[in-house]
């Protein structure tokens, strides 16, 4: 086995460090993506947790308007 050189170990790191780089440049662009989708969902969810929050107090102000009127 020979050993390699300083030049060599050195272009070989350079072309490790920028593979990393673009690794880290992707997950970091589809963690974002994954960031606004879970938004998106939360707001969904917040929506219909007042929609069904306001439809449930209005049938039960409406069923107490006719049991007690």
């Known amino acids: 086995m020979t050993r390699a050189t300083v030049a060599e170990l050195?272009?070989?790191l350079?072309?490790?460090?920028?593979?990393?780089?673009?690794?880290w440049k992707e997950n970091y662009?589809?963690?974002d993506g994954i960031?606004?989708?879970?938004r998106s969902v939360n707001n969904s969810i917040?929506?219909?947790l007042?929609?069904?929050g306001s439809l449930s107090?209005?049938?039960c102000?409406?069923?107490?308007?006719?049991t007690l009127f």
């Open 61 to 66: 102000g409406y069923l107490l308007k006719i």
């Open 35 to 38: 960031e606004n989708e879970l």
């Open 14 to 23: 350079s072309s490790h460090e920028a593979a990393c780089e673009q690794r």
């Open 57 to 59: 107090l209005a049938i």
């Open 50 to 52: 007042v929609f069904f």
């Open 29 to 31: 662009r589809r963690l």
């Open 10 to 12: 050195d272009k070989r």
């Open 46 to 48: 917040k929506t219909a």
